[in-house]
């Protein structure tokens, strides 16, 4: 890395700065391709302490980062930019979100920790959200009920539909 400035858990990351440095793990990546924005490749990181922050970048960036940031494995991040996150549904509940540019620099870490850091919501409490209504949360269990592929119309195109059922280790559904 090119300094030794100290990293900061991402949850402290303003908009106010570009200079930030996060030491962060990729939970989760994903392509996605919009009308305004084109391609992009979308990100959740976590830090030490299970903080989780929604990542961005341009298709300009998309492979470089791709080959920097695996799965998985922890990483030093410096130089992005720090901006509001929006959207109808945000991956992490932090107002901000990450998006790298071609000064951000990427550097391998020695630290390892197998933790996937879920923050897994009971199924009682997924009704009761409230003003976090908008934010994907994890969940898990089990499909009892599994109906047949749907195909539907969606802004024109057709996509395919799957209804299913699911079940916790209580018997919630």
């Known amino acids: 890395m090119a300094n030794n400035q100290a990293s900061v858990l991402v949850n402290k990351v303003k908009p106010h ?31 030490q302490t299970g903080g989780k922050i929604h990542a961005s970048c341009k298709r300009t960036h998309m492979f470089r980062l791709q080959r920097s940031l695996p799965l998985g494995e922890w990483r030093f991040i410096e130089n992005f930019k720090v901006s509001a996150s929006g959207g109808k549904y945000r991956p992490t509940p932090l107002p901000y979100k990450i998006t790298f540019t071609s000064d951000t620099l990427i550097g391998r870490s ?25 934010v994907l949360i994890d969940i898990i269990g089990e499909v009892f009920n599994l109906d047949g592929i749907q195909i539907v119309q969606v802004h024109g195109k057709d996509r395919k539909r799957v209804h299913f059922r699911l079940r916790d280790t209580n018997g919630h559904e």
């Open 110 to 134: 020695m630290f390892e920790d197998d933790d996937p850091y879920l923050n897994l919501v009971s199924y009682e409490d997924i009704g009761e959200q409230g003003s976090d209504a908008n």
């Open 17 to 47: 700065k570009d200079s930030w440095k996060v030491h962060v793990k990729l939970l989760h990546s994903w392509t996605q391709n919009t009308t305004y924005g084109g391609e992009t490749l979308e990100c959740v990181l976590a830090d």
